[in-house]
Each structure stands twice: as structure tokens, then as C-alpha cells.
């Protein structure tokens, strides 16, 4: 961990840089296996499956049976776990529902939005280095209450060729609608421009590597919407002398051991708690069964002693993290501060994990600096909002006239015609 002291203001952007990648390289190889998808189908997916996962597939629809015999291999103690979770994240994004009233703006001018499902969603759930079954609870149950009707789910096949049974389980579990096979960026370019089995859907959701998140970037293009990006995972602890330095350690450690482009940064107001941390790091990282992925993660990151803990949240407000932590006791009274933060931890026990888990909350937020202008997944991210309006005889008059003036002023004709012709004939019925 690199580690700083007091820096000075104009050196702040220049502290906890997220590695970097060539973005054109990448760019040119998103772009490629994007066209080879759209060009091949799904023979482009099978011999992606060869080169990328090492695995020879006949087939990438995964059959009813396939998710049957899953149900068998998950333990009785998993499941229940799922269900906890399920029901956590169930609660929470119920809550989201939320009627918005009918509006009379003016008398006889009512006006209202209604949110309404889309129809057919893609969800990528993550397989490279771990099958993350609890991203498909965090995609499959808002989309589940938004009512949406098709819910196609991609994801790696594993080195036997076979999905996660866990994955399968929790897929069925939310009603996902058809599974495949398929991962990286061909299985996003699949569900954006449809394949002879995988169908084209309307929106992507979900998180995944570099390859997965240049190809969310890239299908926008061609009219498929995403749900932000949503890439490789980081966690800022702000952390003062009341927290508790071995759990600091093990929620910077739960976020380096995602992959070794996954950033942890320390922030604390005194020299010897950033001490404690990281001596507790070195402890921790050497018991981990992913310690080296956790330890390439932590060559990307950062410790930074500040004069105080607002100046830490300035730094991170500005670092605008995946996931914040407060690790202290008096955690609440820097809530106000907080301006740019997909999701945060607040005092000693709320660790992170329980976010990516089963507190309630959603755990597909967006990474890289993009919390400053996106937010998390959520029951909105599901639905579209369709505003309706009714106009009585009484409103048209009350704003007709208004609308004939601006539509004449814009040189548009035929849009103040549309209000007179009303007017005259309320004003002929009148006479
Ligand atoms: N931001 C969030 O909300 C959030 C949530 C969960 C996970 N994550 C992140 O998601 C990521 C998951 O990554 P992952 O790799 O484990 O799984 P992944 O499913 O995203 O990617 C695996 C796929 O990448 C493709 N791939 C691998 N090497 C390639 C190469 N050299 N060229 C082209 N394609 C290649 C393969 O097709 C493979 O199937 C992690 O970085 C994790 O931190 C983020
Ligand atoms: N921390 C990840 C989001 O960055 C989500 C996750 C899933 N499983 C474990 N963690
Ligand atoms: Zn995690």
C-alpha cells in the first residue's frame, strides 16, 4: 500500500489512481469480439467459451433439467442463507414503490407518471473468478417487482461446463426467464444485438471485469441501455482512533480479494491507526486462501494520513468510492458530508460485506469515479416511467391560449392549430 502524509490539496488527484488499462487496446478488442457476435451468433459465443473460460460447449441454453439437478446440490444451510438474503433485499426495494400522486396542475389539467416493468432485461452475473450467486438476489428481485416479463441471464460457464449450481438455484429463485452459458463482453454484445438462442433484450444490468464493462460502454451504441458502469469493486474506510483496526483490515482485504484491479483505499486522521491497519492487513492477507489476488489488489492502493475526518471525506468525496466506510464511533455525524459515494458503511459493525449480502441494500453500484453522477441499482432501474396527462374542456381553455402563443412564436403551425380547433368548438358550443 502506497501511503501518504498530509498531502497537499493539488496533489490529491494525483493519490489512489485506479489502475490503468490501455484503454484503446481495449477498446479495439471489445470492439472486435462485439462484431464477431453480431456477425457469427452464436458459434462466436461457443469458440469465445474455447478461448477465454478453456471450455468446449455444445450448447449455451442451460436446460429446465440442468436447474433441477442444481436444486439437489445446494446445501440445506446455503439455501437458507439465499432465502435470508432474499428476504432482506425483498424488503428493501418494496419499499422503492412508491405511487406517485395525480397532479392538477392547473383545474382540468391532471397529469401523472406511471412506472411500468421493461419488458425483456439482460442480467450478467460475474463467473471469472468467483460465481457471484448474490448479484443475481441484487438483479432478479427488483426486476422481479418492476413486473418485468423476460429476464435472460448470462453468465461463464465454469472449467466443467457447467454453471454454479448455487447460481442456478437463485436464478430460479427470482424467476429469471432463460440462462446461458456465456460471459465477458460477447455475452453482453449477445443480449444486445440477440443471437439464434439468446434473445435481444431492451436493458443490461450488472456487474463484471474490464472486458464486461467496455462492452456495456460500447452497446450503448447501438441502442441497448445499461445500468451504469459497474466495474472492478473498491471500498474507502475512513477511519478513526475509535474503530477497530482488524476490522478495517478485513473489510479492505473483502474487497481487495475480488480481483487485482479491485482498489482499496485507508483514509484516517493520525499516523497510528493507519499503522494498526495495516500491520492488521499483513496479519489477515497472509491467512487468505485468494492472497494473491488480495495482494496484487493492494499494490493499486492507498493509505493517506489527513489533518482531520472531514478532510477525509473531502478526499473521498472527491475519490467518489464504490463503497464507503466510516469506521468509527461517531460515524453519523459526518452523514452530511458525504457527497459522492455509491453505497455507504456507517461505525465498527456495518462492514461491507453486509451490503454485498443480505442487509437489504443493493451491491451492483457504480465504480471507477462514476458515483459522482450515477447511482446504484434500485427498483428504478427496472422501470420506465410513462407520464400520463387529461385535459378537461375547463383546462384546455385555462392554458390554450398560452400554449397558441409559444407554439406561433416557435413558427410551429400545426401545433397551435391543434389547440384552436378545441377552443373553438368549446366556444361554439358556448354560443
Ligand atoms: N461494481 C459492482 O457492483 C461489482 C459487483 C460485483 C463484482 N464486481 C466486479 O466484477 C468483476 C468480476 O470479474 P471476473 O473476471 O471475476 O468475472 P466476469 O464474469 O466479469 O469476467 C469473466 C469473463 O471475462 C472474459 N475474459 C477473461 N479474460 C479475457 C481476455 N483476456 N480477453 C477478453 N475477455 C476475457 C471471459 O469471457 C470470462 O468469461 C470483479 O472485478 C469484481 O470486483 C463489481
Ligand atoms: N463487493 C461486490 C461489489 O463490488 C459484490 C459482491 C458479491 N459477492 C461478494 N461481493
Ligand atoms: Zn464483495
Not at 395525480?102 to 389539467?109: F, Q, S
Request: proline letters at 4%.
Amino acid at each position: 500500500m502506497k501511503t501518504y502524509n498530509n498531502p497537499k490539496r493539488e496533489e490529491w488527484n494525483q493519490l489512489a489512481l485506479r489502475p490503468s488499462i490501455n484503454q484503446q487496446e481495449l477498446d479495439e478488442l471489445v470492439s472486435s469480439i462485439i462484431k464477431n457476435v453480431k456477425l457469427n451468433g452464436d458459434q462466436a459465443l461457443i469458440d469465445y467459451a474455447l478461448q477465454f473460460d478453456r471450455v468446449a460447449l455444445n450448447e449455451l441454453y442451460v436446460s429446465e433439467k440442468e436447474i433441477e439437478d442444481a436444486k439437489n446440490e445446494v446445501s440445506n444451510e446455503l439455501k437458507s442463507a439465499i432465502q435470508l438474503a432474499y428476504a432482506n433485499i425483498s424488503t428493501f426495494h418494496q419499499s422503492q414503490q412508491i405511487d406517485e400522486p395525480i397532479i392538477e396542475t392547473v383545474k382540468g389539467v391532471n397529469c401523472w407518471r406511471k412506472p411500468v416493468g421493461i419488458e425483456k432485461v439482460g442480467l450478467y452475473i460475474p463467473g471469472g473468478s468467483a460465481p457471484l450467486f448474490s448479484t443475481i438476489l441484487m438483479l432478479g428481485i427488483p426486476a422481479q417487482i418492476a413486473g418485468c416479463k423476460e429476464l435472460v441471464l448470462c453468465t461463464p460457464p465454469g472449467k466443467n461446463g457447467k454453471i454454479n449450481p448455487a447460481i442456478l438455484y437463485a436464478a430460479d429463485l427470482v424467476g429469471v426467464t432463460k440462462i446461458y452459458k456465456t460471459g465477458g463482453a460477447q455475452a453482453i454484445a449477445a443480449m444486445a444485438v440477440g443471437t439464434d438462442t439468446i434473445p435481444q433484450v431492451y436493458k443490461i444490468f450488472g456487474p463484471g471485469n474490464q472486458y464486461v464493462t467496455k462492452a456495456k460502454e460500447l452497446v450503448q451504441q447501438m441502442g441497448v441501455a445499461i445500468d451504469m458502469p459497474a466495474g472492478p469493486s473498491e471500498v474507502l474506510v475512513v477511519a478513526d482512533q475509535t474503530c477497530n483496526p482488524e476490522f478495517v483490515a478485513a473489510d479492505l482485504l473483502s474487497q481487495a480479494e475480488h480481483g487485482p484491479d479491485s482498489q482499496v483505499v485507508l483514509l484516517s486522521d493520525n499516523e497510528s491507526t493507519i499503522k494498526a491497519c495495516q500491520l492488521a492487513v499483513e496479519r489477515q492477507v497472509a491467512l487468505l486462501p485468494r492472497k494473491d489476488t488480495a495482494l496484487k489488489a493492494l499494490t493499486n492502493s492507498t493509505a493517506i494520513t489527513f489533518q482531520n475526518i472531514k478532510e477525509c471525506i473531502a478526499f473521498s468525496n472527491q475519490y467518489a468510492p464504490e463503497h464507503l466506510i466510516i469506521a468509527s464511533e461517531n460515524a453519523s455525524q459526518y452523514v452530511n458530508d458525504i457527497t459522492n459515494a455509491g453505497s455507504v458503511f456507517l461505525g465498527n459493525y456495518s462492514c461491507e460485506s453486509a451490503g454485498d449480502y443480505a442487509s437489504g441494500t443493493n451491491h451492483t453500484l457504480p465504480t471507477n469515479g462514476f458515483a459522482k453522477n450515477y447511482s446504484g441499482v434500485s427498483l428504478d432501474s427496472f422501470v420506465k416511467k410513462i407520464t400520463f396527462q387529461e385535459l378537461s374542456a375547463e383546462g384546455i381553455e385555462k392554458i390554450g391560449e398560452a400554449i397558441e402563443i409559444m407554439a406561433e412564436a416557435e413558427g410551429l403551425d400545426a401545433h397551435k392549430n391543434a389547440v384552436t380547433l378545441r377552443l373553438n368548438k368549446i366556444r361554439n358550443g358556448r354560443n
